[in-house]
């Protein structure tokens, strides 16, 4: 049994046509997962910061003396790992030194606060590295 020749043209017309419905979501949408992805990683920045900080705090309070490298969290078991920055795919994260007031009220140097290293503004404007 032949088929009618229009039967061709309209399986092509309908295959273009749906490839470039296909196309058009693609390109709306990609925008979209894009910065569902930013916003994911943001949040897992601002969680890892968090985390971070509480471990600093509760070193300082603990020991009696601030943490002088990230490493020194981990190596006092108040950080399981390091983690890794979400912004820059590296575990390059910035301590800040200053002046902490410890468990006893006694006053050391050490590390006081973490950021990112990275310079790029976060989806409100906001620097990261002053999150």
Not at 27 to 40: D, E, F, N, V, W
Not at 119 to 128: F, K, L, R, W
Request: charged share 20%; proline share 5%; aromatic share 8%.
């Amino acid at each position: 049994m032949k088929r009618p020749a229009w039967s061709n043209n309209f399986t092509v017309e309908l295959l273009v046509a749906f490839v470039c419905v296909i196309a058009c979501i693609l390109i709306i949408g990609g925008s979209g997962y894009r910065k569902s992805l930013l916003h994911a990683r943001e949040a897992v920045s601002r969680q890892d910061v968090a985390t971070m900080r509480k471990a600093i705090e509760d070193c300082a309070l603990t020991t009696e003396r601030p943490p002088q490298s990230l490493q020194d969290l981990v190596d006092e078991h108040f950080l399981a790992a390091i983690p890794t920055d979400p912004l820059t795919g590296k575990k390059d994260w910035v301590p800040h030194f200053g002046y902490v007031r410890v468990g006893s009220g006694k006053i050391v140097f050490g590390i006081d606060d973490v950021h990112s290293r990275t310079t790029n503004t976060n989806s409100d404007g906001t620097p990261y590295n002053h999150q």
